[in-house]
């Protein structure tokens, strides 16, 4: 709880060591985008629509919204193209299959 209270990412034990656990690291100081963030970005980078990834991730067109609404805030930026170029400039990349 004090991790989270100072701005610390909490990640439990059991998750650490996986292949697909904080599969894609930014180069920043900010909190991590969360896993379905992470593969809501990985969509974007494809080039893909809202209801593409809604369809591919098996939810809503609103919630991919809210997802990348999330990522936006996330790197600062306007649009799903600078949201795309920032990731890229920042280091995110798509974490090889294992």
């Known amino acids: 709880?004090?991790?989270v209270l100072n701005g610390d990412v909490y990640s439990p034990?059991?998750?650490?060591?996986?292949?697909?656990?904080g599969a894609l690291e930014a180069a920043t100081d900010k909190a991590p985008?969360?896993?379905?963030?992470e593969l809501v970005l990985r969509e974007l980078l494809d080039g893909r629509s809202n209801k593409e990834i809604g369809t591919t991730l098996n939810?809503?067109?609103?919630t991919v919204k809210t997802h990348v609404a999330a990522i936006l805030r996330h790197f600062d930026v306007q649009n799903r193209t600078q949201a795309v170029?920032?990731?890229?400039?920042s280091g995110y990349r798509p974490a090889t299959a294992a």
């Open 13 to 21: 034990r059991e998750l650490e060591g996986r292949s697909d656990f």
């Open 59 to 62: 939810v809503s067109e609103e």
């Open 85 to 89: 170029v920032a990731a890229a400039r």
């Open 33 to 37: 985008l969360t896993q379905r963030q």
């Open 1 to 3: 709880m004090r991790l």
